[in-house]
């Protein structure tokens, strides 16, 4: 998980041109009315630079930006456009507020489907309060729902046209080796998009994130830097494999005799003692950190739910595997892509995921939600 977001961003396939038909009048229009204000806002990065009133901070950071953006396209083979070459100050917290709905005896997020984009287990807003909202309405249906922050979205190139995606104030304040990551992490999304299958694009999109911002780290980054991102993303990994393991208890007591036998009231004190045992664990891995960001995940876990693990699990399920097929491309990301696209453009998530174990040998043992919800593939 990246920082300050709790979850990395999810990709929000939510631009004017990704809303139409089964999107609903008010929901199309927010939408719309909402990525454009974030494009009128944005402007080239050497008008910022040329800009007296502008803090040194912030100049050094675009910069940084910009170094980054290069390295993206000539050592990544991500592409050379538009993206990432603007910057928007939206003068808010977030570019988007997420909500993801989950059963509560399961961690399968309900789906939303646009042309395009496909079926999706989220749906974006520009306005927390139309965030929340919808939040509430979500819960009339006896699901367990979940809001949160999104600093970046990718509009998967289709912005391009109109200047392409600019970097926001939302997390332009993020160490460098974080910084990197989220720039590699969108422009990856412009490679590759499989329509309804979240779970594929993210995890593909996190592993491009991961190796890259190492390469970045190990190749451009000064010591400083480099310290900074160890301490902060050694905190990430620790938390992470915490929540991988509740998905996995939490999966065991939804899978279990008693969910089988309809027997909910002994499956909800299942799901409490795996509950509670994640807090206490939390409490205790928390104790060894220290830094600024000790306090970073506490209101992860406060308001931790199914919804919140399920959509967790769409970064995390797969990237091994892309990981691993990353090295067994020979570490060579024109090689990557070529076989990531094989895989994409297989016809169902069960086909995908089957073509990732063979070629891994990586078991692929969680479900992603678009598999229970109905196949959508591209």
Not at 81 to 99: C, F, Q, T
Not at 189 to 216: C, K, P
Not at 238 to 252: C, E, I, K, S, V
Request: neutral net charge; proline residues 5%.
């Amino acid at each position: 998980m990246r920082p300050l977001r709790v979850l990395p961003a999810l990709t929000l396939a939510g631009s004017l041109f990704l809303l139409t038909g089964c999107a609903d009048l008010g929901y199309y229009w927010q939408s719309a009315s909402g990525h454009i204000g974030i494009m009128r806002a944005a402007k080239p990065v050497p008008e910022w630079l040329a800009d007296p009133s502008v803090s040194a901070a912030l100049k050094a950071k675009l910069e940084l930006t910009q170094r980054i953006r290069s390295f993206a396209s000539a050592e990544l083979g991500l592409p050379d456009n538009a993206s990432y070459k603007s910057y928007a100050d939206l003068h808010r917290p977030a570019a988007v507020w997420n909500v993801v709905a989950a059963p509560p005896y399961s961690l399968t997020l309900k789906s939303w489907c646009f042309p395009v984009a496909g079926c999706v287990g989220y749906r974006g807003y520009y306005s927390e309060e139309a965030a929340k909202a919808e939040a509430e309405e979500q819960k009339k249906q006896d699901l367990e729902v979940s809001v949160y922050p999104v600093p970046a979205y990718s509009t998967l190139g289709w912005m391009n046209w109109a200047g392409g995606d600019p970097l926001l104030s939302t997390f332009i304040g993020y160490p460098e080796g974080e910084l990197a990551r989220i720039v590699f992490h969108e422009l990856a999304h412009q490679v590759l998009y499989v329509a309804g299958d979240t779970v594929f694009n993210e995890s593909y999109a996190t592993a491009v994130e991961r190796i890259g911002g190492a390469m970045w780290l190990q190749r451009e980054a000064g010591d400083a830097a480099r310290r900074e991102y160890a301490q902060f993303d050694s905190q990430r990994q620790d938390f992470r494999a915490l929540a991988l393991n509740t998905r996995r208890a939490l999966t065991q007591v939804y899978e279990s005799p008693e969910a089988r036998a309809k027997d909910w009231a002994k499956v909800e004190v299942m799901k409490q003692a795996a509950m509670a045992d994640f807090r206490e664990r939390y409490a205790k891995l928390k104790a060894g950190w220290s830094g600024p960001r000790q306090n970073a995940y506490d209101a992860w876990v406060a308001r931790a739910n199914n919804a919140a693990f399920g959509a967790q699990g769409a970064y995390d399920d797969l990237v091994p595997s892309f990981e691993k097929l990353f090295e067994r491309e020979g570490r060579d990301w024109p090689r990557f892509y070529t076989e990531v696209r094989r895989i994409a453009a297989l016809p169902t998530t069960q086909e995908r995921r089957t073509a990732l174990q063979a070629a891994t040998g990586i078991l692929q043992t969680h479900s992603s939600p678009e598999q229970k919800n109905g196949d959508h593939g591209a």
